[in-house]
């Protein structure tokens, strides 16, 4: 059963960042937004204390006993609220069941509900109260003159809300601003890492040879470290060029030498001599063509069109097989190019239409499948008898041949496997839904521009 990989795990770095930024940013305006209403309330609601206070202390100033033993007001209160009725700031006085109030609470009075957390007290007109109270002695009572002074929340409420809608509004234009910044910040950072994906596609095209711009301080010992590379790379295959020329000339004095000697035999001496050698020469001028191949500056940028390849050879098998009016029916997009140098694919398909051609009944197919976003499958399948089970994996093995009457040295196959192998594709065999062979060969896809 394949198992999940976590969500995270297939993001860029710069989502990473980015969503990170955004987690971080998000928490310091939640944080914010819950944060300041709560300093401004308690700020305000000090604010308001504070009046309370100085009014407080005024009452407290100015309360007297009267004539008839009543508790009086020595003089009118500076804040001409306390005057008008239902204006939201009221106060009381009580002693010995007596209650002097606010001309602003007109006759009702400061209600004093006791809830089951805490305490609601309530103005003239039912509105929730912020209040202050103190106990004051008089030189004529007994006992204290208790004062409740209170103001209603609601304009300040108000203000609190307006602010937080406010303050909101802010902080999301904040969110929106901080966020594009941080986006810009991110894609500015990792202009350089573009800049290599530029450089890696040119060296890919052929068409130079070394990573070449200037790098951040953070980034440059590994581009040193990857022209180092690609200088050792190179350094290698021009060795392999060189040696693959060293031992064609070295081989090719000896085997002239031989076909002379064999030629100067008699015919039948000959007929047995001659093919081993020729034989040899086939097997070295192709493995030398390999390692010439493997020397090419350029290999990154080879790209070939299977679908052009496969008409090209089918015409040159078509006249060779002409007799035994076989069908071939290509179906390759001709759009799609693969990765791989036109000589070698040519060996490629031109081993495996070939062994379609010699075994096929009637009909050969080609097509192809995408097997990922940059591999391509192509199947050459035929209706001949085909390969049993057993030796599907088995005919893939150099020099293996399972019908030993049919002209071939057993390499075709084993040649295709181990080219492809080399192009980091594969080739696999099994029976074709036609009845005979079906052959799939995997190559990367060329690189689009």
């Known amino acids: 059963m394949p198992t999940k990989r976590p969500l995270f795990k297939h993001l860029s770095l710069k ?6 930024a955004c987690l971080w940013v998000t928490a310091m305006i939640i944080a914010a937004g819950v944060g300041i209403p709560k300093l401004v309330k308690e700020y305000l609601v000090s604010d308001v204390e504070s009046q309370l206070r100085l009014a407080l202390d005024e009452i407290s100033a100015n309360l007297e006993a009267g004539k008839n033993g009543s508790i009086v007001l020595s003089s009118r209160l500076s804040d001409p609220r306390f005057s008008q009725p239902y204006s939201g700031l009221y106060w009381t006085a009580t002693i010995n069941n007596q209650t002097l109030r606010s001309r602003s609470l007109w006759d009702r009075t400061i209600q004093i509900k006791q809830g089951p ?9 039912n509105e929730r109260l912020i209040v202050l109270e103190q106990d004051v002695f008089l030189p004529e009572y007994v006992k204290p003159v208790h004062i409740v002074i209170g103001m209603d929340e609601a304009p300040m409420k108000s203000t609190l809300d307006h602010l937080t809608g406010q303050l909101w509004m802010i902080l999301g234009l904040l969110f929106v601003g901080v966020m594009t910044v941080i986006g810009l910040q991110i894609a500015w950072s990792f202009r350089p890492l573009g800049k ?3 450089e890696l596609k040119a060296l890919r095209a052929g068409s130079q040879q070394q990573l070449e711009a200037s790098y951040p301080a953070e980034v440059s010992p590994l581009i040193d470290d990857l022209n180092a590379l690609l200088f050792h790379y190179q350094e290698l295959l021009q060795r392999a060029r060189n040696h693959a020329g060293n031992l064609s000339h070295s081989l090719k004095t000896p085997l002239s030498v031989l076909r002379n000697e064999i030629s100067q035999l008699d015919v039948e001496s000959s007929h047995k001599l001659l093919p081993p050698v020729e034989q040899i020469q086939q097997h070295i001028d192709y493995h030398l063509g390999r390692a010439r191949m493997a020397g090419s500056m350029n290999i990154l940028s080879v790209k070939s069109n299977p679908s052009e ?8 098998f078509d006249k060779v097989y002409a007799e035994r009016d076989l069908l071939l029916i290509n179906e390759l997009d001709s759009e799609l190019e693969v990765a791989v140098d036109q000589s070698d694919l040519d060996e490629m398909l031109g081993n495996l239409l070939e062994n379609s051609y010699k075994w096929a009944r009637s009909q050969i197919r080609v097509h192809s499948t995408l097997t990922s976003d940059d591999q391509l499958t192509l199947i050459i399948e035929d209706n001949g008898p085909g390969i049993a089970e057993e030796h599907l994996t088995q005919v893939l093995k150099r020099g293996v041949r399972l019908d030993e009457t049919t002209p071939g040295t057993g390499l075709g196959l ?7 192998y080399s192009y980091r594709g594969d080739l696999t065999l099994e029976r074709s839904q036609l009845g005979g062979l079906r052959a799939n060969l995997t190559l990367k896809l060329a690189a689009k521009g």
């Open 15 to 20: 989502s990473r960042l980015f969503l990170a």
């Open 414 to 420: 084993n040649i295709v496997a181990e080219m492809a």
């Open 196 to 198: 290599l994906q530029r």
């Open 117 to 125: 957390i805490r305490k609601t007290v309530l103005g003239a007109k």
């Open 309 to 316: 390849r496969v008409d090209a050879i089918s015409i040159a």
